[in-house]
């Protein structure tokens, strides 16, 4: 089975930073990724499918990049409201797995 | 609106069973596969289950294949697990999503395995 691993597991940063997070798949997947952001106590939230397409209503802001095995997300600006756990997930074929997660804090 | 409320959760003992149903609402339930997800206390997303929108395609995590059973019936806009054999470490908030990937996630529900 293809493993998830995400860089880094917990980061800090200050308002108005750039803040990328790494997710790498053990084969390729083409662009058959996505990103979810979960705050503390919610349910998770799609940030980001097919590896950089934003759902409506996700702020421009997030951004997601790459293909094959190695894939970004950047947050362009960090907001408070950012603080979250973010997790990467192959969905190109079963399983499904998804990263361990990282967790962003201000 | 989009909605999933998943129910059924609750205390079992190891070794039993619990059947989970997810009620969907505000979209064509019939025409998207959906998924179940779990997360243990203070844990990550671990992806459980996949069922395609006419039930032809169905795919488990191995930590749970040959105990739990995904099912729909697309004409009551429900999604189901039954849990059989259940493990302390199947202790989690069982959600369902609709999609692959997830785009609408429900609330969760609570299952505890406990003796």
């Known amino acids: 089975d293809i493993q998830m691993t995400q860089s880094p597991s917990s980061l800090s940063a200050s308002v108005g930073d750039r803040v990328t997070i790494t997710c790498r798949a053990s084969q390729g997947i083409s662009n058959y990724l996505a990103w979810y952001q979960q705050k503390s106590g919610k349910v998770p939230k799609l940030l980001i499918y097919?590896?950089?397409t934003l759902p409506s209503g996700v702020p421009s802001r997030f951004t997601g990049s790459g293909s094959g095995t190695d894939f970004t997300l950047t947050i362009i600006s960090l907001q408070p409201e950012d603080v979250a756990t973010y997790y990467c997930?192959?969905?190109?074929?079963?399983?499904?797995?998804f990263g361990p997660g990282t967790k962003v804090n201000i | 609106e989009v909605q999933l409320v998943e129910s059924g959760g609750g205390l079992v003992q190891p070794g039993g069973s619990l059947r989970l149903s997810c009620a969907a609402s505000g979209f064509t339930f019939g025409t998207f596969s959906m998924i179940w997800v779990r997360q243990a206390p203070g844990k990550g997303l671990v992806w459980v289950s996949y069922i395609s929108s006419s039930s032809s395609t169905i795919y488990y995590a191995d930590s749970v294949k040959g105990r739990f059973t995904i099912s729909r019936d697309n004409a009551k806009n429900s999604l189901y697990l039954q849990m059989n054999s259940l493990r302390v470490e199947d202790t989690a908030v069982y959600y369902c999503?609709?999609?692959?990937?997830?785009?609408?996630w429900g609330p969760g529900t609570l299952v505890t395995v406990s003796s």
């Open positions: 999503a609709m999609g692959l990937p997830g785009a609408y």
């Open positions: 097919a590896a950089s």
């Open positions: 997930q192959k969905y190109n074929s079963a399983p499904f797995t």
